[in-house]
């Protein structure tokens, strides 16, 4: 009788060692990239470093803004940097979905923002402007857009209190991107920049009935609507008249709407005025929360 021959167990297949050798290899040769990236590259191209001061404006740079919000203390930092004095504003929690943690105030040294509410007058019932009135809130019906805010209380606040990136990017904004336009368009500097409420604690208005509206980011204070420029030379131009280059009937005024807008875009993550929609007429909407647009 033949002997059998014992079955040989098989010992540890030898691929986990192989494995494990070639994902050791693969994670070394990232690393060394990763290290070559940081001596090659200039930091501001660098997605993973922080935003400094000087660095000059990329595609990054919505996005290194955005997430300043995960560092309070160089948030901070970056604005005393700037010549930007922040007073520390109170936490606070108005509906579950409403809440503002890490907010700062621009008491000085920063753009000076003035606060402007201005609710239009009801027009006189019977006249031409309430037939008006009459005609668009039905063309916004059909258009399917919400209808205006009922008259009351907002919680809009008065003080210009908002997260810590808004503030950072409304200074770069202002300093890089305003001041700059204004020059060269107005021949004049921005003196106030007009706008008419930073935390607001509501949903989003996107005129979407499909949708159950989301969390605005004035729900957070991570947002400002910007509705006008005062510049040193007197002149004021407000949305939505200057968009159509309404103010003082002169073209430049438009210019520089549009220049504002677009330089807004290289700093905010979200920028929508009146090429947007309806809604954004008579405002610039800027926001640091997770989308991106620029319209
Ligand atoms: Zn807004």
């Known amino acids: 009788m033949k002997p059998v021959k014992p079955v040989r167990k098989h010992s540890a297949p030898p691929w986990p060692v192989g494995l494990a050798a070639e994902l050791f290899a693969m994670v070394s040769v990232a690393a060394v990239c990763i290290m070559a990236l940081g001596f090659l590259v200039p930091k501001h191209l660098l997605p993973w470093t922080p935003l400094a001061w000087n660095d000059p404006v990329t595609p990054l740079t919505p996005w290194k803004i955005a997430a300043l919000r995960h560092d309070p203390s160089h948030c901070r930092a970056l604005l005393a940097e700037a ?36 609710p239009p007058p009801p027009p006189q019932p019977g006249s031409p402007e309430a037939a008006a009135l009459a005609a668009k809130l039905a063309a916004d019906a059909a258009a399917g857009l919400p209808p205006p805010e009922p008259p009351g209380p907002r919680l809009v606040s008065s003080v210009p209190m908002m997260r810590c990136p808004v503030a950072v990017g409304l200074v770069l904004w202002h300093q890089r991107g305003l001041n700059p336009a204004a020059a060269s368009i107005i021949g004049s500097r921005i003196k106030r ?77 979200m920028t929508l005025g009146p090429d947007y929609n309806a809604l954004h007429a008579d405002h610039l909407h800027l926001d640091m929360g997770g989308l991106r647009g620029c319209r």
């Open 83 to 118: 010549g930007v004095t922040v007073a520390e504003a109170p936490n606070r929690m108005d509906e579950d979905y409403c809440v503002v943690e890490d907010a700062v105030g621009l008491p000085s040294g920063g753009p000076q923002l003035v606060f402007e509410v201005q």
């Open 193 to 269: 920049i007009q706008h008419n409420g930073t935390y607001a604690c509501r949903k989003m208005r996107t005129g979407d009935k499909r949708q159950p509206p989301r969390p605005s980011q004035h729900a957070t204070a991570n947002a400002i609507d910007i509705v006008g420029f005062e510049f040193e030379n007197g002149r004021v131009l407000k949305l939505p008249g200057a968009w159509k280059g309404q103010e003082d009937e002169t073209e430049d005024g438009a210019a520089f709407m549009k220049a504002a807008r677009d330089s807004a875009c290289q700093y905010f993550k």
